[in-house]
Structure formats: structure tokens, C-alpha cells
T-cell receptor
Framework: TQLLEQSPQFLSIQEGENLTVYCNSSSVFSSLQWYRQEPGEGPVLLVTVVTGGEVKKLKRLTFQFGDARKDSSLHITAAQPGDTGLYLCAGEVDAGGTSYGKLTFGQGTILTVHP | DTEVTQTPKHLVMGMTNKKSLKCEQHMGHRAMYWYKQKAKKPPELMFVYSYEKLSINESVPSRFSPECPNSSLLNLHLHALQPEDSALYLC????????????????FGPGTRLTVL
């Protein structure tokens, strides 16, 4: 069983602060995805990273994929109350092209941004 | 259009009832998924359909029965559920399918909030 350790589990910050969420594993992933989920809704795909060392930016969000494709981070600059939600990382295990679409999810980070 | 739709949004059922959850996507995706999610936990994979064929069953109890009538539709038939089956049931789809290189991201529907009494 491939594990994806996500930290921190909870994060409560003030508007305007910066934050970083981490996902780490001993397994190599062919791709890693980040999702944001609000209560009562389904997860929304934020980004997919594929190449080791890849960095992607989405407005105030910066996503990085580790060089060895075993870890990833999400950095939010100047957090806003609208960023509040459950953030999930999910990795597709590199199994020689036969991953069958299975994702390994981290345990999630519940982010609360106070006005 | 990157939308996955699910109906109903809420469902309350007794342990002897039979009900169905429905999911639809029109993105031309060839892989579709059912997940179960408990509050503040990550989604747990239940089933994967690839090119309309069941490719993964994560040892789900037989009281859950999936069906894929065509490439755009996915159903989950429910029968004789238990109260512990109460959860948010999520449908998702992705471009990738069985044997293809990578999923490249799954698109989730809003979910069906199921309560079993």
C-alpha cells in the first residue's frame, strides 16, 4: 500500500499570512494532483504536476513537485478567507503505465483563514 | 465543459430500501469512479470503470452495485444498506483509462449526501 503523508492536518491563520502544505511519500508518483474541497461539495482539481522539479502557479497558489517525484508542496501567499477549505493531495502511483487510474490520497489539510 | 453532475444531492433511505445514485459527464472521459467520503476525511475509492467495463472493485460489499450503461453515465445501486454506510458519495471522471499512461487529474461531481436510517 502506497502512503502519502500530508501535513499539517489543521491550519488556522489570519488573512494575509502565507502558508505551506506538504505531501511526502516513499513511493514514486507518475503524477500528483492537488484538490480543494468545500463542505458538502466535491473536490475541485487545482493542478496536476507530472515532471520532477516542476513548479506551477495559480494566482496566489504555487505548487511544486519534488525532483524524485515522491513529494509535493502547496504554498499560498497572502491567504484570504475564500481560501478556507479542505486541501487534498493525491498521487497516481508509477506502476509502469498500469496504474488503472487509482489515486493515493493524503489525509487532507483543513485550512481556516480568519478575516 | 468540465462538469460532472450527480443526482440526487441528498438521499435518506431505510435499511430495507432500494435506491440508485446517478452520475453523468459529457467531457468524453473514458474512466469513471465511485468514491465514499466520510466527514473531514479523504475520499475512499470504491469502483473504477474504464471504457464502460468494471476494472477495479475495492472489495466493496455487494449491497453496493455499480453500473455503467454508456460512456457518459454511471449508476450506483443501493440495497439493504447499513447506518455506517451514511456518507458523501462522489462520482469522478478522468481522461485516462485502463492501460493508459496517467490519469492527469480527476473531475469530481458535487456528491450525494446519503443518510441510512
Amino acid at each position: 500500500t502506497q502512503l502519502l503523508e500530508q501535513s499539517p492536518q489543521f491550519l488556522s491563520i489570519q488573512e494575509g499570512e502565507n502558508l505551506t502544505v506538504y505531501c511526502n511519500s516513499s513511493s514514486v508518483f507518475s503524477s500528483l494532483q492537488w484538490y480543494r474541497q468545500e463542505p458538502g461539495e466535491g473536490p475541485v482539481l487545482l493542478v496536476t504536476v507530472v515532471t520532477g522539479g516542476e513548479v506551477k502557479k495559480l494566482k496566489r497558489l504555487t505548487f511544486q513537485f519534488g525532483d524524485a517525484r515522491k513529494d509535493s508542496s502547496l504554498h499560498i501567499t497572502a491567504a484570504q478567507p475564500g481560501d478556507t477549505g479542505l486541501y487534498l493531495c493525491a498521487g497516481e502511483v508509477d506502476a509502469g503505465g498500469t496504474s488503472y487510474g487509482k489515486l493515493t490520497f493524503g489525509q487532507g489539510t483543513i485550512l481556516t483563514v480568519h478575516p | 465543459d468540465t462538469e460532472v453532475t450527480q443526482t440526487p444531492k441528498h438521499l435518506v433511505m431505510g435499511m430495507t430500501n432500494k435506491k440508485s445514485l446517478k452520475c453523468e459527464q459529457h467531457m468524453g472521459h473514458r474512466a469513471m469512479y465511485w468514491y465514499k467520503q466520510k466527514a473531514k476525511k479523504p475520499p475512499e475509492l470504491m469502483f473504477v470503470y474504464s471504457y464502460e467495463k468494471l476494472s477495479i472493485n475495492e472489495s466493496v460489499p455487494s449491497r453496493f452495485s455499480p453500473e455503467c450503461p454508456n460512456s457518459s453515465l454511471l449508476n450506483l445501486h443501493l440495497h439493504a444498506l447499513q447506518p455506517e454506510d451514511s456518507a458523501l458519495y462522489l462520482c469522478a471522471s478522468s481522461q485516462g483509462g485502463l492501460g493508459l499512461a496517467s490519469v492527469r487529474g480527476q473531475y469530481f461531481g458535487p456528491g450525494t449526501r446519503l443518510t441510512v436510517l
